[in-house]
């Protein structure tokens, strides 16, 4: 069963250039100037591999995998027998590779670094989505990801189920405690975002119900309720009555995230997303 429509994940994948990029940044540390080991094999040596799953887990990143070997062979072939969005079961044969055997050896630590991690993203994502199921209460990313890999990631968080936040701190404003406090309060805040950035989406973070009247009367696009009790974000939900969308953030775990959906809130952000993440259990076996 896949989480998401192929056709939105082809619109979330980043640019062909941009995995390429990173691809070369992880051969760039891992390889250097060559794989010394690989030496020890015939360069004409051709060879199969299977790529197993051994555990329960949300498919993401054969782009990224598909990229390291191809960029040491380009005419390696690749079978995926699941796709992006896919959950598998342990023990799954996930894709066929038949290709150079050193190509192979030498690709592998950064392909399958690339898979398990953005996997794992994917896998955690699901099920915080699975927990919210029928709230329409829809999961949100953050800004919490590695460095350098923020919209493989964030490609990732889609995979599972969930919804882009902003990508940086370019396409949106995000008006937080020590915004407001230099601006004066939040309506000053707001009157000078808008004087300056007009076209971008407007959040405001807000630690009580009065602040979020003071949002919601200056105009914000979306009040972000960070640390809000259960009683204070249904209180939030109606007073708001569907003005302006509504985020939680702060103290979102697996095992809490149920109660805050059923409030009635919009969104939930959370960075456990893209930074609490465990690599996913890969095996790649070669056949010479």
Not at 18 to 36: K, N, S, Y
Not at 61 to 80: H, Q, Y
Not at 168 to 190: R, S, T, Y
């Amino acid at each position: 069963m896949s989480l998401s429509d192929p056709r939105h994940l082809a619109e979330a994948l980043p640019p062909a250039g941009d995995i390429l990029a990173d691809v070369e940044r992880a051969f760039a540390e891992d390889i250097g100037p060559g794989d010394a080991t690989a030496d020890l094999l015939d360069p004409n040596a051709t060879a199969t591999a299977v790529l197993t799953c051994r555990e329960e887990a949300v498919l993401c990143g054969s782009a990224w995998f598909d990229a390291c070997f191809r960029k040491l062979d380009p005419d390696v072939r690749i079978e995926w027998l699941v796709h992006d969005g896919d959950r598998v079961a342990p023990g799954t044969a996930i894709c066929r590779l038949a290709g150079k055997a050193r190509a192979l050896v030498t690709a592998e630590r950064s392909a399958l670094n690339f898979l398990q991690l953005l996997s794992a993203t994917a896998t955690v994502t699901a099920r915080y989505v699975d927990a919210i199921a029928g709230t329409g209460t829809r999961v949100l990313d953050t800004r919490k990801t590695l460095p350098g890999l923020r919209r493989a990631q964030k490609y990732a968080v889609r995979c599972g189920g969930g919804t882009n936040h902003r990508i940086g701190l370019f396409d949106a404003m995000m008006l937080k405690e020590n915004h407001i406090i230099a601006a004066g309060g939040i309506p000053a805040a707001v009157r000078a975002a808008r004087s300056i950035h007009p076209n971008l989406p407007l959040i405001v973070e807000v630690e009580t119900l009065d602040e979020l009247a003071e949002a919601i009367s200056a105009g914000a696009d979306r009040a972000l309720l960070d640390n809000f009790t259960p009683a204070m974000l249904t209180e939030a939900v109606a007073y708001t009555a569907g003005r302006i969308p509504l985020e939680v953030s702060g103290n979102v775990e697996i095992d809490t995230i149920r109660a805050i959906a059923e409030t009635g809130v919009d969104f939930i952000s959370s960075g456990a997303l893209t930074k609490n993440v465990k690599a996913i259990d890969l095996s790649l076996r070669l056949d010479l």
